[in-house]
């Protein structure tokens, strides 16, 4: 019976019912209360809903019957940092990457969590790993562009962003981070193609990035002042 429950919560999970998706879980942790996946995908659900300490009493629970899952870790580790508590997300994240080495997805999680608590070389070595494990994924490549720029590293956070760009070309953020860099950086051109497919992939924020993207066209036209006035 816990099982047709925890099966039924994961099709209404992957329907988008969350609340429906939990009393199953309910009902299946009420059968059994040993049921490991049953605490962590209920956990993953209530951290997503804002329910963070519940979200880490699941996690606990999980981890107790299976400590060797680094998914679970790794949620608790999520959880952790959605309450501030930075070196505990650190702690999990570490251990994640103990248990699954081979896996990037920890090593990315944890030079997440390092570059929140601004240990900035340590999250690059984090996201260098990730990539070495993954030379395709995004996120990594994408993190480590972030805590480059944050050094200063102007270049080599464009190149990283300019990667992100060839493996997912629908990444909005890519293009605004390296569009944010070429602004800084003077090449206004550049910029203002990198805002305007921002925006082109961005709906929520278009009109916001096409103004950014006129911005640095006209600063290409020495003619910032001029088209800003006119925009009054």
Do not use: C
């Amino acid at each position: 019976m816990a099982k047709s429950y925890y099966e039924r919560a994961l099709i209404h999970t992957e329907l988008g019912n969350h609340t429906q998706a939990i009393t199953d879980l309910n009902a299946a942790l009420k059968t059994d209360r040993t049921f490991s996946a049953a605490y962590l995908s209920r956990g993953l659900l209530l951290m997503k809903t804002g329910e963070i300490e519940s979200a880490i009493n699941d996690f606990d629970q999980a981890i107790i019957r299976l400590p060797n899952s680094a998914v679970a870790i790794s949620a608790r580790g999520t959880a952790w940092a959605l309450q501030g508590e930075v070196n505990l997300s650190i702690q999990d994240y570490k251990y994640a990457t103990e248990i699954s080495p081979n896996d990037p997805v920890m090593h990315n999680n944890l030079g997440v969590a390092l570059y929140r608590a601004k240990i900035i070389d340590e999250a690059i070595k984090s996201f260098d790993y990730a990539i070495k494990l993954k030379d395709d994924y995004p996120s990594a490549w994408l993190n480590r562009g972030i805590a480059r720029a944050y050094q200063g590293k102007i270049s080599e956070a464009i190149s990283d962003f300019t990667v992100v760009i060839e493996i997912d070309s629908k990444l909005s953020s890519a293009f605004l981070e390296r569009a944010s860099l070429y602004f800084l950086n003077g090449d206004f051109e550049s910029s203002s193609k990198d805002f305007s497919e921002a925006a082109k992939l961005s709906s929520r924020n278009s009109s916001k990035w096409n103004l950014w993207a006129l911005m640095a066209k006209a600063r290409v036209n020495n003619n910032f002042n001029t088209e800003i006035s006119e925009r009054h």
